[in-house]
């Protein structure tokens, strides 16, 4: 489910406006980061780091608009997760990319918290608080948040629903061939 927010082929599925994300600054040290975090108190930290969104204008007059932030994925024990990210402050500006500054959207809260509710099942809930920046008035960009929202979940629920056959099934059975090559790998490496 990340991938629909993180990856941007897969987010143009659902959102016109996205021209560009990207992991700027991963931080590979999570058993730090899960020290800091109290051990599993906020679930396992599984992926950290700061990302890049650049946007494309929108239709109704919204020029493109940059966006820097520190996002990561929490997964706890009865197998659910959260997805979460908040915008970086002004004075971490000095870690965008080299070029000219847009105006800054700002994702004061964006969080999709997936919960299972089956072998084969999930419910996802997805807040997302966001100013576009700029003069825009919130009534003017309030349906663009919502139907950017619901437009995640018809582009999600066609990759989970589509079943045998279908994107889901391809990946997992590809992660099913890689996890297979890896053990037989170890078994040579590590057999006596």
Known sequence: ???????????????????????????????TANIKMGFGKYGDCEKLGVGYTLTKSHPIGISPREQLTLCGIQKFDDGSSVIWGTEMEDWHNHLLPAGERLTRARSHLFSLALVPTGENSFDAEYSLQLDFGGNLPHWMTAPIVIDSVKSTFKAAEKFFSEGEGGELDQYLKEEKIQQAKFEDRNSILFTP
């Open 1 to 31: 489910m990340a991938e629909f927010v993180m990856d941007t082929e897969k987010r143009k599925l659902w959102d016109p406006q996205i021209e560009n994300v990207s992991e700027l600054y991963p931080i590979s040290d999570l058993d």
